[in-house]
């Protein structure tokens, strides 16, 4: 009997110290946020509604955890000394924009913890995980031990699932993991075809995304080269603010969704996906019915593309989608036409979108059989009760405002650690966190 396979959202849960620094050079968003308050509190429930909301079309849904913040080993490395209070009081007298890299909740985009192959596609028939080194911003590059850690802490047992390690290299090898790749399928147990999408720096932002870490990772996952593509973004999207192709398309199952100007050569690379994966249907959104000014202001195609259990699609959007008169008309008419996409989700994820991430960027996508699921750790995979008790764990440990003065108080430290410690407990993580250690 053929073995069922389902595809799991992983969503970061996001941290306690999310806030608005303004961090990540190329993202419009989080420049033009950068020094207000933000609201951790109700951007973790927003999270977790958008996960709720989900699980509510039938889908399963995981999480994967905070990183532990402020991290205190990355200050320690650059030469503060003294207890965790002082450490925090000197990189806040000495050194606030690097004290603000390492308050960074920025690990909640899980798009770019990794990137994962299914087995159905890999020549070992394992699933296989890279996390990403995000090179191109520090404040990122301090995430991979920490995530290459939850990975194997969730995905342990070796006789289903192969780890590999962060690509060296820096920005030479620069990898942003998921949001730069996609998989097309007839279904999710099937052999798919690998969309990875790399950047050439252009004239007002550089590329994150390196072809050769991209051609790393398809080599480390096993995969086929005949069901393997490369293809260059385009560089007007990327100085248009579209730093991770998923600001600008996303594929999943047969389609691929995406705007005009995504690709440096749309005309050939259409036509390769075409002949690698002839189930294809391409949805595109013309320059004209929306410029990529509107589509990176509303993250039209930061979407999540879900296949729901009946076979149609649903398009989850943020708020700000529907916002948007030319988007939603756009939105409207792809669900009017014959294709798979026939149904549409607002979600309220202001705190994120703020910050530069939309609903794609919240989740890594995880393609499992029911035998691989079972042998994940069940922690992580949510159901309604679970989902209460983060809601509740939220609503105790985090603070409703964060303003860039509070990073150099370290009672914020104290109250993220002691929200971290409660999580591991709750969860059985055990001395999980480098604070921890």
């Known amino acids: 009997m053929d073995m069922e396979f389902h595809e799991y959202n992983f969503d970061g849960l996001i941290g306690p110290t999310h806030n608005y620094a303004g961090l990540s050079f190329g993202n419009i968003a989080s420049a033009s946020n950068a020094g207000a308050a933000s609201n951790p509190k ?5 999270g977790l509604a958008k996960m709720r909301a989900a699980m509510g079309l039938g889908l399963k849904q995981g999480f994967l955890p905070p990183q532990d913040r402020p991290h205190l080993k990355t200050l320690r490395a650059l030469g503060f000394t003294g207890t965790d209070k002082q450490i925090i009081e000197k990189a806040g007298a000495a050194e606030p924009q690097l004290l603000a890299n390492c308050y960074a909740a920025s690990s909640m985009w899980t798009a ?18 890279t996390p990403a080194n995000l090179a191109a911003n520090f404040h990122r590059s301090i995430e991979s031990d920490t995530t290459a850690r939850t990975l194997k802490h969730i995905f342990a047992d070796e006789k289903y699932f192969a780890h590999h390690e962060v690509l060296p290299g820096g920005i030479h090898f620069g990898d942003e993991g998921a ?7 007839e279904n999710h147990g099937e052999t798919g075809v690998h969309l990875f ?3 050439v720096d252009g004239e007002r932002f550089p590329a994150r995304q390196k ?18 593509i490369f293809i260059e973004q385009s560089k007007t999207a990327l100085d248009a603010g579209a730093f991770h192709n998923d600001v600008v398309g996303v594929a999943n199952g047969s389609v691929l969704f995406l705007h005009e100007q ?10 390769e996906i075409r002949n690698k994966a002839p189930f294809v249907e391409i949805v595109e959104a013309p320059a004209g019915k929306v410029s990529l000014e509107d589509c990176i202001k509303s993250y039209l195609f930061n979407s999540q593309l879900l296949t729901l259990p009946g076979g149609e699609m649903a398009l989850l959007l943020p708020a700000e989608s529907e916002g948007n008169p030319r988007v939603k008309a756009f939105v409207d008419e792809t669900l009017s036409k014959n294709n798979p ?3 549409v989700i607002y979600k309220n994820v202001r705190e994120s979108m703020r910050n530069g991430g939309g609903p794609a960027c919240l989740r890594l996508r995880v393609v499992l059989s029911e035998e691989e699921a079972r042998a994940a750790n069940a922690q992580f995979m949510l159901d309604d009760e679970k989902i209460s008790a983060l809601e509740a764990w939220v609503s105790e440990f985090y603070r409703d405002c964060v ?11 104290d109250e993220s650690f002691a929200a971290m410690q409660a999580l591991t407990d709750l969860l059985g993580m055990g001395a999980f966190y480098d604070f921890q250690r």
């Not at 072809?211 to 393997?228: F, G, I, Q, Y």
């Not at 050569?265 to 036509?271: E, G, M, N, Q």
């Not at 303003?403 to 430290?413: Q, V």
């Open 341 to 343: 996409i026939n149904r």
């Open 211 to 228: 072809r050769r870490a991209s051609e790393a990772v398809a080599r480390n996952h096993c995969l086929d080269p005949v069901k393997t």
């Open 262 to 271: 995504s690709f440096a050569d749309p005309k050939a690379t259409y036509a």
């Open 42 to 46: 109700e951007a973790a429930l927003q």
């Open 179 to 185: 949001a730069n790749h996609g998989r097309l399928c």
């Open 112 to 129: 770019n913890a990794g990137t994962v192959a299914p087995s159905p596609d890999t020549t070992d028939g394992k699933a296989h995980f």
């Open 403 to 413: 303003t860039p003065d509070d990073l150099r108080d370290p009672g914020l430290m």
């Open 197 to 199: 999408v790399y950047g």
